[in-house]
């Protein structure tokens, strides 16, 4: 089978890739173009915000114990019952609208940090990050190489589109 090429595959694009697993010298050397570099620890957390003071505040309060926060993300949107709206029969007449936030925060929180702050969590393990300029061929021979050396790929972004 033959695979036919169309422009589109000529043309370079700057591409982010989250990797999982231990990235060996042999990808460093065989895909010159993407700088790697090694992300630490993070952890991951997951709160309902009614409204932007709510999300403000809880932001704040994340920022006054001295913890470094590395990115914020609203999840979807979810229908969430008001405990306070409540008919005779005890279900729920009412509810009130929000979103959901994922902050990530610079390194492993303890239990004790976690259970004070009432946020559902997660801890995301160090990865390693490529960054650089490709075309579709190239990120498609980069990503079939970190297949084939067990690398788990958690994400591919494309960060820039061609003009």
Do not use: K
Not at 35 to 61: I, K, N
Not at 118 to 128: I, S, Y
């Amino acid at each position: 089978m033959v695979r036919q090429r169309n422009r589109e595959d000529d043309s370079q694009a700057t591409y982010e890739i989250g990797l999982l697993g231990s990235v060996p010298e042999s990808l460093r050397r065989g895909h010159p173009p993407m700088d790697l570099r090694t992300t630490p620890a993070q952890t991951m957390l997951v709160r309902h915000v009614g409204g932007p003071e709510e999300l403000d505040e809880l932001l704040e309060q994340l920022s006054s114990m001295g913890l470094v926060l590395t990115e914020i993300h609203t999840r979807a949107s979810r229908y969430r019952p008001d405990p306070a709206l409540a008919d005779a029969d005890g279900g729920r007449t009412e509810g009130v609208a929000g979103r959901e936030y994922e902050v990530r925060v610079l390194g492993q929180l303890g239990e004790r940090l976690l259970r004070h702050l009432g946020w559902a969590h997660c801890v995301l393990p160090e990865q390693h990050l490529a960054w650089g300029d490709a075309t579709a061929d190239e990120l498609n021979d980069f990503l079939a190489e970190c297949s084939r050396l067990g690398l788990v790929i958690e994400r591919v972004h494309r960060a820039v589109t061609p003009p």
